[in-house]
């Protein structure tokens, strides 16, 4: 969001290639007109690459455009493609700078599950560019934790990070915050105050709660992404500021889109980046992990020696639902350690919460269906199944008479999904 864009082109297109999106850098790059709707991206005759290729056939390569030789980056997800496209010298040139990678910044997240493999992996190569990120996940899933390690990782790393959380906040508390206000704009107010935006001028800020932001705001923000200026409150000059915008969300914001509760202009100038967190339900593999941490780090924060995990504890957290995701396994764990007084932490010490509420219920839909394939659906479905019965029938013999199936197809499935004891 510099007055100079960036010289990385991004272009988002759906899956017939036709354009979502696409940043100043790629339309000045392919010569595009403004208005991309129902054009589609010809990518074979305009980045030179053989007729005979398919796009997932395209990870990274060299290619040559005008010219010059620029780094190719393609990602084919369920329901898009994204085109990074990096001039050869520039990416050079910033590895000289000495910008080495926070390689620390995420080390912060367990990533035993291939899904959440899949996301740092993406948060990664989204991290170094300058176009703004959209972080999408339930609630307690550590949108705010990824959006900081993306911070960290990025060319910003060393400088200011801000976060705003603009779930129901009143218009002029949020315009307050963000683009600050001039001296007497509110009663009271005899000295000006710079925002957030002005604050972090080289850095970056994280809007948590976009989904809630009001349509006034919304435009404002539109307006500040386009061009990187703003007006203070109660102020006639303009502020120019350069500022990654990091948004935050739980709810499907192009659901909003349809229903008219977020503007779609906005929505495409905010989702050419899209990072989401896959619930911990769908993350077995990791709740192991994060209970060893959470254990062991409260312990170390008391000063107490680290408790033995029972075995009964690990089966009790994996056929757990976790609406809260991985901050309601933190609080749980920990409010079960301040009251442990023995070197051992057992089932018996840890209360769940009943769950009765329709949206986890057995037959519940996965989250975020638009984003995923049948194949993908069937499979998150069949697992989810396997993992609410294996409670009722814990043994593969068991399970695979309540199914109807055979023990073998039964145990290679458990064994598929991670599914155990």
Known sequence: MESHFSPVAIIATDRQNYFLSANPAAIALFSLVDDLKQTQFDYKARLNLPDNIELADVDSQIIVLNGQHYFLQISVEADRHIFLIQPLHYLTSRLAQGRAPALQAFDCFAINSKAMQQLIAQAKAFSRQLEPLLIS???????DLLALACHHYSSRGDQIFLGLNCAAL???VVESELYGHAPGAYPGAIDGKKGFFEQANGGSV???GIDEMSPRMQTKLLRFINDGTFRRVGDDNEVSVNVRIICATKENLYSLVEKGL?????YYRLNVLPLNIPPLRERHDDIIPLTNFFVTAFANKQGNKVPVIADDVIPLLLNYVWPGNVRQLKNILYSALAQ????????????LPVINTPSHSLLSLPENIENRTLDELTKQFEKTILTRLYVEYPSSRKLSKRLGLSHTAVANKLREYGIHK
């Open 340 to 351: 442990l007084s023995k070197p051992i932490l057992s089932a018996g010490d840890i209360t």
């Open 170 to 172: 009143p218009d002029e």
């Open 137 to 143: 996940g339930e609630t307690g899933s550590g949108k």
């Open 262 to 266: 977020f503007r779609e202009d906005l």
């Open 206 to 208: 994280l809007l948590d």
